[in-house]
């Protein structure tokens, strides 16, 4: 079992539409959650991180986790064809970043 | 400001050959990693680098792997004997220290085992 599971998708969805991407994890140890985008053959970018349980909020991204659950979540309000692409999770315990496989999003005009 | 760059974006060897991977990191960033992404699968840790140290090598795959790092800055990846298994993405992220869960990433080296 993988400590990081991700639905790999994809995920197509019309523009204007709210986005939902999850994430599990098995490791009660990881504290620090985050999401990165990584369009085709670029590197990930970080879209935002959260410390623990608890939600975020960034623009029209917000990130949610429940670690009693050990589940997180990256919302997209009122997504954009500019959206499309893959959407990574990562966390960490330690300085090392462990990932999901990553979501494919589509999203169509 | 300059992101993470790496070199060269592109890389096509034969079975066999040694390959160095070159990440340079955002100025002032003293830790820096390397991940490896392989296609269908997520990205993997090989290696992480507090200045010129290496406090966790653990997921370097194989003896054939091993990097370094001078001056705190640039840092190199070697792979020797190079098999087709190797064939992948190699990305280099950089943080400041303490700052592991803001990590920024380079655009990576495409690697072709021929």
């Known amino acids: 079992q993988k400590e990081v599971e991700q639905d790999p998708g994809p995920l197509s969805v019309p523009e204007g539409a709210i986005v939902s991407l999850n994430c599990t994890y098995s490791?009660?140890?990881?504290?620090?959650f985050m999401w990165y985008r990584q369009y085709s053959r670029k590197g990930p970018e970080l879209l935002m991180y959260?410390?623990?349980?608890g939600n975020k909020e960034d623009g029209r991204f917000t990130a949610q986790v429940d670690k009693s659950s050990k589940y997180i979540s990256l919302f997209i309000r009122d997504s954009q064809p500019s959206d499309s692409a893959t959407y990574l999770c990562?966390?960490?315990?330690?300085?090392?970043?462990?990932f999901g496989t990553g979501t494919r999003l589509q999203v169509f005009p | 400001g300059a992101g993470v760059s790496q070199s060269p974006s592109n890389k096509v060897t034969e079975k066999g050959k040694d390959v160095e991977l070159r990440c340079d990191p955002i100025?002032?960033?003293?830790?820096l990693y390397w991940y490896r992404q392989s296609l269908g699968q997520g990205l993997e840790f090989l290696i992480y680098?507090?200045?010129?140290?290496?406090p966790d090598k653990s997921g370097l795959p194989s003896d054939r792997f091993s990097a370094e790092r001078t001056g705190g800055s640039v840092s190199t990846l070697t792979i020797q004997r190079t098999q087709q298994e190797d064939s992948a993405v190699y990305l280099c992220?950089?943080?400041?220290w303490g700052q592991g869960y803001e990590q920024y990433f380079g655009p990576g080296t495409r690697l072709t085992v021929t």
């Open positions: 992220a950089s943080s400041l």
């Open positions: 490791n009660s140890a990881f504290q620090y």
């Open positions: 959260t410390y623990s349980s």
């Open positions: 990562a966390m960490s315990a330690t300085d090392k970043l462990i």
């Open positions: 100025s002032g960033h003293t830790a």
């Open positions: 680098f507090q200045g010129n140290s290496a």
